[in-house]
């Protein structure tokens, strides 16, 4: 169009949007003294809306940590984790329980249903107890997106893993909610279930507009994303756009082999 240089690849949005989510300085220390462990190192993190996140990184570096500190799940030691223009560091529990009830959604690795209930009661069950009226056309959506719609009066039981997931998963979006978290979804899946819950996931943001942060340990999940945040020994130590398996896991090769000390560099 223009014969201005190429711009260089973003991978953040327009300045125009805000962010869903972000983490400004985030530092959690667990344990006190010469026990405490960093668990994450000033993390600055921006997750941006209609964007699909994948966190990566080693055993202990961070992911599920960040994860639950964005989530109002955990606490941080030091720093800020916005939802929204939310400070959660500065509500009080009935508030963040209100945030997490409302505006964010999760997928667990364990699928963590509800094993009385039916495959129906399970994705409502968020909306029950916000005693929140459902929105049948965008449920039915999610459960046609994911497949379940002659499943819906089974018990978790009657389902396999890869089912019980997208359960989980249109459990996770029923409110349709401002971001969703998952922690390795696809961790307890065999492949061919694995890559169904993440085209769900890859659809709930190409088509319905979903932001998604997704911890994984593998490349192939990660290439679902729209990038990539790289964590090691608690902070951020690469971001990627527009993955691919191949250029993922090029990536976790140099992490792995970088030495141990240069993690205190930053
Ligand atoms: P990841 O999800 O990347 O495997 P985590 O966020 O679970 O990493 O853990 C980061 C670091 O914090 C690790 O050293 C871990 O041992 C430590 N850690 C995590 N949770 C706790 C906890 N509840 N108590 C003490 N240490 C913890
Ligand atoms: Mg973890």
């Known amino acids: 169009m223009s014969h201005a240089a190429a711009e260089p690849a973003t991978i953040t949005a327009p300045p125009s949007l805000a962010p869903v989510a972000r983490a400004v300085g985030l530092h959690k220390v667990y344990g006190a003294g010469d026990t405490g462990v960093v668990a994450l190192d000033r993390v600055d993190a921006d997750f941006w809306p209609g964007q699909f996140t994948a966190i990566m990184g080693p055993s202990g570096s961070g ?46 690795q364990s699928f963590n249903l509800v094993p009385t209930l039916t495959a129906w009661e399970n994705i409502t069950l968020p909306l029950a107890i916000a005693r929140r009226t459902p929105n049948r056309a965008w449920l039915d959506t999610v459960i046609d997106t994911v497949g379940l719609r002659n499943r819906l009066d089974h018990k978790p039981n009657q389902l396999s893993g890869g089912q019980q997931q997208r359960v989980a998963c249109a459990r996770a979006l029923a409110g349709r909610p401002d971001i969703v978290f998952a922690d390795e979804p696809t961790g307890n899946l065999d492949s061919v279930s694995g890559a169904e819950v993440l085209g769900f996931l890859r659809r ?14 593998d490349p192939g999940a990660a290439g679902y994303a729209d990038r990539v945040l790289f964590l ?6 690469d971001e990627m756009a527009d993955p691919t398996a191949e250029r993922v896991l090029d990536t976790m090769k140099h992490l792995d082999a970088r030495p141990a000390t240069a993690a205190a560099g930053g």
Request: aromatic residues 6%.
């Open 63 to 108: 992911k599920s940590t960040l994860m639950h500190c964005l989530a109002a799940l955990d606490t941080p030691t030091s720093g800020a984790v916005f939802i929204g223009d939310a400070d959660l560091t500065r509500l009080g529990d009935r508030e963040l329980t209100r945030i997490r009830r409302d505006r964010i959604g999760f997928v667990f």
């Open 204 to 217: 709930s943001v190409s088509e319905f507009g979903q932001t998604v942060v997704m911890v994984t340990h």
């Open 232 to 237: 090691a020994d608690g902070g951020i130590v």
